[in-house]
């Protein structure tokens, strides 16, 4: 039997594309021969997984999972909405979600990670049910959030299954009052982030270049219709003020009474949780946002292959 080195199992991933655990595997199989080792992998259907490397995935999933003081939530695309619904999948979404809990990595430390089926790592589990279920796949994103003394609240607007949905929503609330109340708090505002699509927390963590960007529009606008400078600076200002309401968490008016400032919602929440509470952070995942979708026409397509 050859010598499986390393060098010769990453010979063998760059020519088929399989996951590292997988060629090494191969090589076992085949006693280090190399070219059996391929035929190997493409009988088990894992190198036809790196030609579909290249091709579109804007569809998939969001997915999150919270422990009592952590949670998780992660971006997995897929080519189409219907493999969304696949059984084998959504199993590994609910998986890479358990891999990530609670160890704050980025996406290419956690691929790299061992996934919970021994032997593998995250990105050899998603190169397996490539091969499987014969659609590219492509972890895109993850993020966590972490609580001292509060609670981790969720929400998963469209969703297909438990934790699995088209746009995921974590908030961290920081309070030492009480947990249900607070938890139930937190899920209403999670709805309200789905819904308002918040870009930032509060005031000071606006993007300078996004806040003069506006400014410089605002004052371009006011000045096209022939107002004097000193008119001008307060217009500016009122529509600064509007402009914090539409990006700013603290600032949006709840979308579930039409009238209250977040901020505000939090002082009165406060009278009936028993302590004081603030938002430590959120995150908000929409499935596909920021990914340039290209648009096909399916009967020219269909046309084509026929010619």
Same mark, same amino acid.
């Given at each position: ?20 655990? #997988? ?17 190997? !992998? ?19 999933? =969001? ?10 939530? =992660? ?39 061992? %996934? ?16 499987? =279920? ?20 969720? %929400?998963?607007?469209?969703? =297909? ?16 009052? #009480? ?22 927390? #509060? ?7 996004? !806040? ?30 509007? %402009? ?37 952070? %959120?995150?908000?995942?929409? !499935? ?20």
């Amino acid at each position: 039997m050859a010598e499986i080195t390393a060098s010769l199992v990453k010979e063998l991933r760059e020519k088929s594309g399989a996951g590292m655990m #997988d060629c090494k595997k191969a090589l076992v199989e085949c006693n280090g021969n190399f070219e059996e080792a391929v035929d190997w !992998l493409r009988k088990k259907g894992l190198s036809a997984a790196a030609k579909k490397s290249g091709r579109e995935a804007a569809e998939g999933v =969001i997915a999150f999972g919270t422990g009592e003081s952590q949670a998780t939530i =992660i971006e997995l695309n897929a080519e189409t909405d219907f493999v969304a619904r696949n059984d084998k999948f959504q199993a590994l979404a609910h998986n890479i979600v358990k891999t990530a809990l609670g160890s704050n990595k980025d996406v290419e430390a956690l691929k790299a990670s061992s %996934y919970p089926e021994a032997g593998q790592t995250v990105a050899d589990a998603i190169t397996n049910c490539i091969a499987v =279920i014969g659609e590219n796949m492509n972890l895109r994103r993850v993020g966590y959030l972490s609580v001292d003394n509060g609670v981790i609240a969720s %929400y998963m607007h469209n969703a =297909i299954a438990d934790g699995l949905g088209k746009i995921g929503v974590l908030i961290a609330l920081e309070s030492t009052g #009480d947990k249900d109340k607070l938890n139930e708090l937190g899920k209403k505002i999670a709805m309200h982030i789905a819904a308002a699509r918040p870009e930032c927390l #509060d005031i000071a963590s606006v993007n300078p270049e996004n !806040l003069e960007k506006e400014k410089q529009i605002f004052a371009e606008q006011a000045r096209n219709s022939g107002k004097p400078d000193n008119i001008i600076e307060k217009m500016v200002e009122g529509r600064v003020k509007k %402009y914090y309401q539409e990006v700013v968490l603290l600032e949006q008016i709840f979308v579930m009474d039409n009238k209250t400032p977040i901020s505000q919602i939090l002082v009165e929440a406060a009278k009936t949780i028993g302590a004081p509470v603030s938002i430590k952070n %959120y995150i908000r995942y929409e !499935l596909g946002e920021g990914i340039a979708k290209t648009k096909s026409d399916f009967a020219a397509e269909v046309a084509s292959m026929t010619n």
